[in-house]
């Protein structure tokens, strides 16, 4: 049974794809608190549901995916608040972010802020022509909070991420192509398809070596982790799978493997 959530629409296919689509049209699919806790309700349920295989998360309309934070609940927090406010965004986008399941951000319009930060949670990004992307805080006294200094700098380097992050300027979507924040940009209305496509094509290999794909690369980032030895570690557990005896015996018989994820 899929939550009812007020902020967001869910919708799950045949093929195990759950679409979780920001769902306030009239703000731009804003940020707000309420909203923060429903993208963590939606990302546990698709990771607690057998039959969900892989996540594509989007905006409601053709303008935004999100066009940043819900600026008059943000300049009402104190200080105190404001803290706790950017923990928790931190730690429901990094649920995304080491989601054992692949999440892939169909970006169809502005993604600004929370909305920036909330797509390069995402393992894949995919931008519909018109996106535009950017962390315009500074313009407001702030920073991004939810994550957005570590995961711009990641994706597109430490100078750009400075310059884009102090001048507050906004990216199109061919630009984001170049600078590698994005991964593909395809038009608006070939979006959903293409995300569908691509995430289809994932959930055809091994599930298990899929998220052992994303523990690796998160890994990376995470010097305490040492991003080889775990690489070796998750190597050696897919040995220990169905998957990997599925995966080489139908190599070996010339067909394809019925992989389960076990």
Known sequence: MLPELENLALDRTDDGILTITLNRPSKLNALNAATIEEIGQAIQFALDEPSVRGVILTGAGEKAFVAGADIAELSALSEPLARRTAERGQEVFCTIEESNKPVIAAVNGFALGGGCELAMACHIRVASDNARFGQPEVNLGLIPGYGGTQRLTQLVGK??????????????????????????????????????????????????????????????FEPERHGYQTEVNAFARCFASEDFKEGTQAFLEKRPAAFRGE
Request: glycine share 4%; net charge negative; charged share 20%.
């Open 159 to 220: 100078a750009k991420a400075l310059e884009l992050m102090m001048t507050a300027d906004l990216v199109k979507a061919d630009e984001a192509l170049r600078l590698g924040l994005v991964n593909h940009v395809v038009p608006q209305a070939e979006l959903l398809d293409f995300c569908r496509q691509l995430l289809g094509r994932i959930l055809t290999k091994a599930p298990l070596a899929v998220g052992q794909v994303i523990d690796c690369v998160n890994a990376y």
